[in-house]
């Protein structure tokens, strides 16, 4: 298989390509140009000529027998032009004029009527001597001629020709010159990338904070390497948070375990009344209930995060659902000495989304609200509308949150109170997942609380009837 071009050796080929393309051309125009000039000049030349002959027969008395104009003419003629190519022939076809130069090379000269008004004009060569002529009829007095005069191109041959072997020798030097000016320059512009990827070589998943170098030129490359690096902070951070999320993960299940097993081994090591045991075993099934609630929430939040569920969106009725879980929820808040009450107030309107994953997480919700208040304390479960949307909100009149541990409570395994008394065992992966659910219906909770007082934790959500935002929450899906 053929080794494809570096990128160095290609821009430097392009280079030497475009520059010898314009080189050639430029080249090319030049000597056509200068060919044209000198042909313009001769020419100029030629016309001159004719007009002096032109000038000269109307000088001439009008019924000059044509023997008497000959001689004038010869006598005139031949001491400025008797070396150059200059004949005149008259309409009967009488020579006027013959200078010696031309009357070999042409014995023959078409009469006025055959020649085209505008003239002729050609090249022809002399004993290898170039020349440029011309044959024009010219009308005098009511007689016509035709005059045939050329002249040498010798000396601006030689000028032309010496401007071609100078650009013959110029061009390749200047493309050489190129062809290493462009392989410099793609060196120069390269050199930063190879330092880049020198770089990038060291970065593994042992070094993830090592950085590509910052170049100072503000260029594309400069553009390139900040993009490059804020995409190594973010999978810094990234597999940070794995990491740290496995190593929680690890610990949080390794207290139950060791809990179980300890009991466990306690039980077996002296015999036990039956009373024993069943208590051991209680507290095993305490413990064992503990980690399979932690786990369904790992896997649900590992599920979130890889979009692994397929979310069956609908139109769901919000104040059903309040209803639902009202009735679920009053029973469970009595045993623990706490009021519920259901306010379902967004009668008539519709909401976009997936019923398990929207009872999931106000379950979520309800679950902290029951475990964080209080006996006698109150909890309210509402859905009401506010502009095009319903809001779902689970207040409580338990021990609120810290205003510094606001911010951290969507973190997963993040526990504000874990000092607390009131604080039942739990891992702190409650609202990471209801956030996870919130994000896929395309919104997020918001949190109020105050400490000793009580919290409020609401989300909204479109009307169905906003068509436009569910084809949003469509799209997103689909991605
Ligand atoms: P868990 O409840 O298992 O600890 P969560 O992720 O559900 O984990 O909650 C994180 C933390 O937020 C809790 O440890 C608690 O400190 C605080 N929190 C959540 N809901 C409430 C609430 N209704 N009242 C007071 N604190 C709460």
Known sequence: MIRPLSIRLRLSLWFFLIFAVAMFTLS????????????????????????SIQRFLEAQPPDEPIGTLRENMVSTYDVTHGSKW???????GDWIYRSKAITELYPHL??????????????????????????KPITVKGRSYTVQTGTSLNSKLIVYNDFRRQLMILTPTVLLIALLGGWWMSRQALNPV?????????????????????????????NLTQTLNQMLDRIEAGYKSV????????????????????EAEVALAFPRTADQYKEVCERIQAESV????????????????????????????????????GGKWTMLMEQHGISFEGEPDAAGVSVFGDLPSLRRLLTILL???????????????????KDDAVVFSVSDTGIGIAAEALPSVFKRFYRATNSSPIAPGGAGLG???????????????????????????????PRYAAIHNVKKIVQREAV
């Open 28 to 51: 090319a125009t030049c000597l056509w140009m200068v060919h044209r000039c000198i042909l313009t000049i001769e020419t100029t030349e030629l016309q001159q000529r004719v007009r």
């Open 86 to 92: 200059l004949q005149v022939i008259g309409q009967d």
């Open 110 to 135: 078409a009469l006025p009527s055959a020649v085209p008004a505008d003239g002729t004009y050609f090249e022809f060569s002399a004993e290898s001597v170039p020349v440029w002529a011309l044959i």
């Open 194 to 222: 190879a330092a880049i990827e020198l770089e990038a070589r060291h970065i593994n998943d042992k070094s993830l904070n090592w950085r590509l170098p910052v170049l100072e030129t503000r260029d594309e490359l400069a």
């Open 243 to 262: 990491r740290e999320f496995t190593a929680n993960a690890a610990h949080e299940l390794r207290s139950p375990i060791s809990l179980v097993r300890a």
């Open 290 to 325: 503990r980690m399979s609630t932690l786990i369904d929430n790992l896997l649900s939040l590992a599920r979130a995060d890889a979009k692994a569920d397929v979310l069956q969106f609908e139109a769901l009725d919000p104040n059903k659902l309040v209803k639902e879980l």
């Open 367 to 385: 679950d902290n609200a029951c475990k964080y208040t209080p006996a006698g304390g109150h909890v309210v479960l509402r859905t009401h509308l």
């Open 431 to 461: 609202l990471a997942l209801a956030e996870a659910l919130a994000e896929r219906h395309g919104t997020t909770i918001q949190v109020q609380s105050t400490q000793l007082q009580g919290s409020c934790f609401s989300f909204s959500l």
